[in-house]
């Protein structure tokens, strides 16, 4: 308590103001779930929270079930440089920006290890090894659902409660946060309104 007086943030932050002012920045021991339909922006505000983190010195992990590093870097450069890196023709004043954004990021303690297939375990390994080499404070797994429980489940729902069991432990034993997005159930997109918290379960 005495070392958090007056500080706003006592975590990594999160690099938006309003929700930093809410959460003082993501806790030791946190398991964060951004939840949204998909293509909502949840990886996006992931990708935001790792790049954000590793800009202020914090050791970022970021475990990559989906997406190959080679097009995770690329993403990163295009937010950095404010570039879309779609186009096969960039001029030479984004190019600029292009080379700029990549030695910038060169420069962070980024680290993104693009398994194919992971449970709780394999990752709490992979992420000790990162963290003795490096030295972590926040990881990223995108996604929930592309993670696999360390141990056969008959139901679905029942092998994503015990991914999601097996993350927390990893969060609260490593006492660093860890970000997993999950995607909804389909019903919010027909229903037309909000997400709520049964649609995550």
């Not at 990163?76 to 984004?94: E, K, N």
């Not at 190019?95 to 375990?121: E, M």
């Not at 141990?151 to 729902?157: I, L, N, T, V």
Request: aromatic share 4%; charged share 25%; hydrophobic share 35%.
């Amino acid at each position: 308590l005495e070392e958090e007086q007056g500080q706003r943030i006592t975590g990594v932050p999160s690099g938006f103001p309003k929700l930093d002012r809410l959460t003082k920045g993501w806790q030791d021991a946190d398991l964060i779930i951004p939840f949204g339909s998909t293509s909502m922006g949840k990886t996006s505000f992931a990708l935001s929270c790792a790049l954000n983190a590793a800009k202020e010195g914090y050791g970022v992990a970021i475990h990559s079930l989906e997406m190959p590093a080679k097009q995770l870097v690329r993403r990163f450069i295009g937010m950095t440089a404010r570039v879309s890196l779609r186009q096969t023709t960039i001029s030479d004043s984004d190019w600029r920006r292009v080379t700029k954004a990549a030695g910038t990021l060169s420069d962070l303690p980024i680290y993104i290890d693009d398994a194919t297939s992971l449970d709780p375990l394999s990752h709490r390994a992979r992420l000790r090894h990162l963290n003795h080499e490096h030295g972590i404070d926040f990881a990223v797994i995108d996604y929930l659902q592309q993670m696999r429980a360390a141990k056969s489940k008959s139901r679905r729902h029942d092998e994503i409660h015990s991914v999601a069991e097996g993350l927390k432990d990893t969060a609260k034993l490593m006492e660093i946060p860890i970000m997993v997005p999950s995607q909804t159930t389909r019903r919010p997109d027909s229903d037309g309104k909000r997400p709520s918290l049964s649609d995550l379960r």
